[in-house]
């Protein structure tokens, strides 16, 4: 059973940091591009970002919101992906989703669509 199970959301204030897990079983790992997504209250989820394979370099993607704060990696051996929020701000509240891609890398196509597996979400909230 293939299943991504994250942690680390919290409530926290602006500029703050948090760091995100998301840790996988019952697929091999290290074969899927992992994504990073979002989803506020009343909107639709966002992608927010990527990592490749090692195959092609542990490449990373990021949405213009994310670009300088967030940094996502990845341990393989670990089976887990992270997503380091720094200098968080009241707009990053929402819930983070990690997903499994099921389509070959292309960081300029980072649809939900792109994703076949997710897990349940964390809260994540920002105070003013």
């Known amino acids: 059973q293939v299943q991504l199970v994250e942690s680390g959301g919290g409530l926290v204030q602006a500029g703050s940091s948090l760091r995100l897990s998301c840790v996988a079983s019952?697929?091999?790992?290290?074969?899927?591009?992992m994504g990073w997504f979002r989803q506020a209250p009343g909107k639709e989820r966002e992608f927010v970002a990527a990592?490749?394979?090692?195959?092609?370099?542990?490449?990373?993607t990021y949405t213009d919101s994310a670009k300088g704060r967030f940094t996502i990696s990845r341990n393989n051996a670990a089976e887990t992906v992270y997503l380091q929020m720094n200098n968080v701000k009241p707009e990053d509240t929402a819930v983070y989703y990690c997903?499994?891609?099921?389509?070959?890398?292309?960081?300029?196509?980072?649809?939900?669509?792109?994703?076949?597996?997710w897990g349940r979400g964390t809260q994540v909230t920002v105070s003013p």
């Open positions: 997903a499994a891609r099921t389509l070959p890398w292309q960081p300029t196509s980072t649809f939900v669509s792109d994703f076949g597996t």
């Open positions: 019952g697929l091999t790992f290290s074969a899927y591009s």
């Open positions: 990592i490749s394979t090692l195959g092609l370099g542990h490449s990373t």
